[in-house]
């Protein structure tokens, strides 16, 4: 394939299917960067984000209490010397790959899973631990969605497959950035104040909405007959997908959004 003008040469590595996935070189944007050789290439660097009417609303001292533990989750960065941090990553190849002995937490193994390199520490710059926590949560509390996205399982999948997990750490990032989550002491934006009706309701509201935004982004993905050049337009698909689900005037629990039925399927 030709590289267009501007356009950088990939480096490549191995998503969950065992496809080679080319990745950009680093790319800085006003946000941040997701990964340190994020492959998402300029994903943040142009945002589509309505700007929503001022709006002032006063939280119930549930919502206050909730929204402050999902912020506090939020700032927490990913500790490779951590102890806690270690066991959690161990615990997601585990979970993901229950008969294959991890030999180590740097080891080549990890390409595997769609890490970009064999060190998976390096790609949760721009995230932290809450996104290791969503991939956990996702791989426990929907395992059969999780090892049908982990494995490419459905459709006609590309040639060249999106990195399961740095696709994931993505997927946190976006979310957080949709709801407003880090505007204090609460978000201003529509779906980040219907958001907190659902935290409202279900303190997992927000790790169940990243389950359902992975499975709907995969749903995107094979719909639009995506490849890794599309990836961008794919997550932003879905992102706006959700922002319009999240508006709806009947979603009053996770489970009422209509994607919810694909953690399912």
């Known amino acids: 394939m030709k590289r267009g003008k501007g356009e950088k040469k990939a480096t490549k590595s ?3 299917s065992g496809q080679v996935v080319p990745l950009t070189e680093p790319v800085v944007t006003a946000t941040g960067m997701v990964g340190t050789r994020s492959w998402i290439g300029g994903l943040f660097t142009r945002s589509n984000r309505r700007q929503d009417k001022a709006v002032d609303y006063t939280l119930s001292p549930l919502q206050e209490e909730r929204l402050q533990r999902l912020q506090d989750r939020m700032v ?3 500790d490779e010397t951590r102890p806690d941090h270690q066991e959690s990553l161990k615990a997601l190849w585990n979970v993901a790959f229950p008969n294959v002995h991890l030999t180590g937490l740097v080891t080549e193994q990890w390409k595997e899973m769609g890490w970009q390199g064999p060190n998976p520490s390096t790609d949760f710059r721009g995230c932290g631990f809450i996104a290791l926590e969503n991939l956990l949560f996702s791989a426990r509390t929907y395992p059969v969605c999780f090892r049908r996205l982990l494995l490419k399982q459905r459709g006609d999948r590309a040639k060249w497959e999106y ?5 994931g750490i993505n997927i946190s990032f976006m979310l957080i950035q949709m709801l407003d989550l880090q505007n204090n002491p609460k978000p201003k934006c529509l779906p980040g104040m219907n958001f907190l009706k659902l935290l409202e309701e279900d303190e997992r509201a927000f790790d169940v ?5 992975f499975a709907m982004m995969d749903a995107q993905w094979l719909a639009m007959h995506a490849s890794y050049m599309e990836f961008n337009e794919v997550l ?5 997908q959700l922002e319009r689900e999240l508006s709806l005037d009947d979603i009053h629990r996770i489970q009422d959004l ?3 039925n694909l953690l399912f399927q």
């Open 163 to 167: 990195p399961f997990a740095v696709a």
């Open 236 to 240: 932003q698909a879905t992102r706006n």
């Open 14 to 16: 191995r998503d969950g």
């Open 209 to 213: 909405l990243y389950c359902i935004a």
């Open 76 to 78: 927490v960065p990913f």
């Open 258 to 260: 209509p994607a919810y």
